[in-house]
């Protein structure tokens, strides 16, 4: 296969990337509020696209509820898994 067409640039959808990017919100708090309560000490979430700008945006709320938040960066920027644990974990 021909790399150049696995990688082809397309225009993004700007309602498919908001629904994308209010969704990944949704489950980071989700996430950050389950680890939170004590009902799970860890949680990952797999296949954000926008976990690295999404884990930014919540980590100073994460912290204050005794969570960190840690982005595994997939390679060429397409995207993360995100670790959500207590701090004390």
Same mark, same amino acid.
């Given at each position: ?15 498919? #990337? +908001? ?5 990944? *919100? @949704?489950?980071?708090?989700? %996430?950050? $509020? ?11 979430? #797999? +296949? ?5 700008? *999404? @884990?930014?945006?919540?980590? %100073?709320? $994460? ?27």
């Amino acid at each position: 296969m021909d790399r150049r067409a696995a990688h082809q640039t397309t225009t993004p959808d700007p309602e498919e #990337t +908001g629904r994308r990017l209010t969704s990944e *919100v @949704a489950e980071v708090e989700s %996430a950050i $509020a389950l680890v939170a309560s004590g009902s799970a000490s860890r949680v990952t979430l #797999t +296949g954000l696209k926008f976990g690295e700008q *999404v @884990a930014r945006r919540f980590r %100073a709320e $994460a912290h204050s509820k005794g969570v960190v938040l840690e982005p595994i960066p997939w390679p060429e920027d397409a995207g993360c898994d995100l670790i959500v644990r207590r701090i004390d974990e």
